[in-house]
């Protein structure tokens, strides 16, 4: 009985070492890529100064309306085979510009979408 005492205890203590151990070892990991992370920009914002450049902050450059019509063109490539026999409204080259009963709407003004990238 205390030998089983013993073990469970053991291993319950070498259990916890090693969960402590990887977290130690990925928190250390997390902080040496957040460390060099900071030195490459802090490297390109010294580069930037000494070359006279402005120094231009790291953006992801993407708009959800590229993904969105991306989707939209392949579905319209998928449904034109199908979709010869249906009405003008279904057809996705219509819809793609102006949308069924937009001519109805007069509470807001229309203007020209704005580009922000």
């Given at each position: 009985?205390?030998?089983?005492?013993?073990?469970?205890?053991?291993t319950r203590w070498l259990?916890?070492?090693?969960?402590?151990?990887?977290?130690?070892?990925?928190f250390l990991s997390l902080?040496?890529?957040?460390?060099?992370?900071?030195?490459?920009?802090?490297?390109?914002?010294?580069?930037?100064?000494?070359?006279?450049?402005?120094?231009?902050?790291?953006?992801?450059?993407?708009?959800?309306?590229?993904?969105?019509?991306?989707?939209?063109?392949?579905?319209?490539?998928?449904?034109?085979?199908?979709?010869?026999?249906?009405?003008?409204?279904?057809?996705?080259?219509?819809?793609?510009?102006?949308?069924?009963?937009?001519?109805?709407?007069?509470?807001?003004?229309?203007?020209?979408?704005?580009?922000?990238?």
């Amino acid at each position: 009985m205390v030998l089983n005492d013993f073990a469970a205890g053991l291993t319950r203590w070498l259990v916890r070492a090693v969960l402590f151990t990887a977290g130690v070892v990925l928190f250390l990991s997390l902080l040496a890529a957040a460390l060099l992370l900071g030195l490459v920009w802090a490297l390109r914002a010294l580069w930037a100064r000494l070359s006279g450049r402005p120094n231009v902050p790291w953006a992801m450059r993407f708009d959800p309306r590229d993904s969105w019509s991306a989707v939209y063109r392949t579905q319209a490539r998928k449904k034109a085979g199908h979709a010869s026999t249906a009405d003008d409204d279904s057809k996705p080259a219509r819809r793609m510009h102006v949308l069924p009963g937009a001519g109805e709407i007069v509470d807001v003004q229309p203007h020209a979408p704005r580009q922000t990238y």
